[in-house]
């Protein structure tokens, strides 16, 4: 009746969903669905999103099995009246099933209860009424609706460091409402950051905006990272020297072993850094390690306080002695000293040994000198022995070589005596003695 759409019933034709429209007569009632409760629902073949948003591109299923071109009309203005202009669309179906087509809902379409009719057919160009020589009509009720975006930001948030990182890995949540439902970016400094997103320690400040065809919210809050993880310190045991002040100074670096820290190391403080001779053998000490964000660390190690410095020796200068005289004793006229050990505290030892029975020549004596730590200085000094009573013979011969020896010959060796030389000189005449028998 009055000049509605209508198809001539063709099996072998394009028809839409799997059952075929067969009625002699369309049944209008308001709400599309005079014809679905009439007998079987054969309005089966579109399917699509409701309730359908302005402004946005909606998937709708239509479905055949054979070929057609399936013209289309939605009342957008919901003003009864499927204009052809603004409200019709056609697309070619393959006959392959389901087939998705793409509907864009304009923005100013009225946000109310409107309807739908999709018509298919071999010959296509069909318009929302008028007849066809195969196919099918289906009519539908669909609600267009839209919003402009609502947005609720989370609270200010305030965590604790990832294990291992100076920041933390956080996923970001608004809750934005709308139709369609908008889109929601979250920035940072102007630059917009996904979702999950590493946060460095500290606290910055997000902004989150909703969007879509209607209009935009925008929200923010705060991230707040702090930096909780302990530094991890990490030492080792050294030895150090005493100087011949009988000092030594570490420094933290020479006790660490690769202390570490997410953030990073701001300082490293040894509890103890100068010894003194006091100190000598194991002392035990504690590294303390303080990160960017104040969080401190520590470690406890030892330090080996050695004195390897032999004491300063200085022998005295020795007065010659004769021949035969017992060895003094040195030691005493020694002088000494030590970074670590008073000279009182020093052993002295003397080599040759004192009380030595001394015979003529030059002695080299070598002093010794140890202090607490068991090391040793050297000194030496050169002792001259001398004999007192030498020995000197003269073989006094007669001259000329006559065999005879007279006050002639005993005068002239007399005078070959050299200054100095002992006044009681022995001659021996024994060789040259002879006896008269006159």
């Not at 100074?249 to 006790?255: E, F, L, R, Y």
């Amino acid at each position: 009746a009055n000049d509605g759409g209508r198809h001539e019933v063709d099996l072998l034709g394009p028809i839409l969903g799997a059952t075929l429209d067969t009625e002699v007569e369309g049944l209008p009632n308001g709400d599309a669905t005079g014809d679905d409760i009439n007998g079987a629902n054969d309005d089966d073949g579109v399917g699509f999103p409701n309730p359908l948003a302005v402004g946005s591109v909606v998937p709708v299923d239509v479905t055949s099995t054979v070929a057609g071109i399936v013209n289309y009309f939605i009342d957008y203005n919901a003003d009864g009246v499927f204009d052809a202009d603004l409200e019709s669309a056609t697309f070619t179906h393959p006959g392959t099933g389901v087939a998705s087509v793409p509907v864009t809902i304009p923005l100013a379409a009225a946000r109310t209860t409107t309807f739908a009719r999709f018509r298919i057919s071999s010959q296509g160009g069909l318009a929302a009424i008028g007849s066809a020589t195969d196919g099918e009509i289906e009519d539908y009720q669909v609600e267009i609706v839209g919003s402009s975006p609502t947005l609720t930001c989370p609270g200010d948030m305030v965590v604790a460091n990832d294990p291992g990182i100076c920041g933390s890995v956080l996923s970001l949540n608004a809750v934005a409402t709308g139709l369609p439902t908008p889109d929601v970016v979250f920035t940072i400094g102007g630059f917009p950051v996904p979702s999950p997103h590493r946060f460095n320690v500290g606290t910055v400040t997000v902004g989150v905006s909703a969007t879509n065809v209607l209009g935009s919210a925008s929200c923010s809050f705060t991230v707040t990272v702090n930096d909780t993880e302990i530094p991890s310190a990490t030492c080792q045991s050294v030895m150090v020297e005493l100087n011949e002040f009988g000092s030594a100074i570490i420094t933290a670096a020479s006790m660490d072993a690769g202390s570490s820290d997410n953030c990073g190391i701001a300082s490293m403080v040894v509890s103890t850094t100068a010894f003194t001779c006091a100190d000598v053998g194991i002392q035990e000490v504690t590294l303390t390690v303080v990160d960017t964000s104040g969080n401190v660390g520590s470690c406890t190690t030892t330090v080996s306080v050695v004195d390897n410095i032999p004491p300063s020796a200085t022998a005295p200068t020795l007065v010659s002695v004769a021949t035969g005289t017992l060895l003094s004793d040195y030691t005493g006229e020694v002088i000494a000293s030590d970074n670590c050990t008073s000279s009182e505290a020093l052993v002295f030892t003397q080599s040759p040994s004192p009380g030595t029975v001394l015979q003529s020549g030059d002695l080299l004596i070598e002093f010794s000198v140890m202090d607490a730590g068991g090391n040793v200085g050297m000194a030496t000094a050169m002792l001259s022995v001398t004999d007192l009573f030498p020995d000197y013979n003269y073989d006094v011969q007669p001259d000329p070589l006559d065999g005879f020896i007279d006050a002639r010959d005993l005068l002239e060796w007399y005078s070959r005596i050299e200054d100095g030389s002992p006044t009681e000189i022995l001659f021996d005449f024994s060789r040259y003695w002879q006896s008269s028998s006159e």
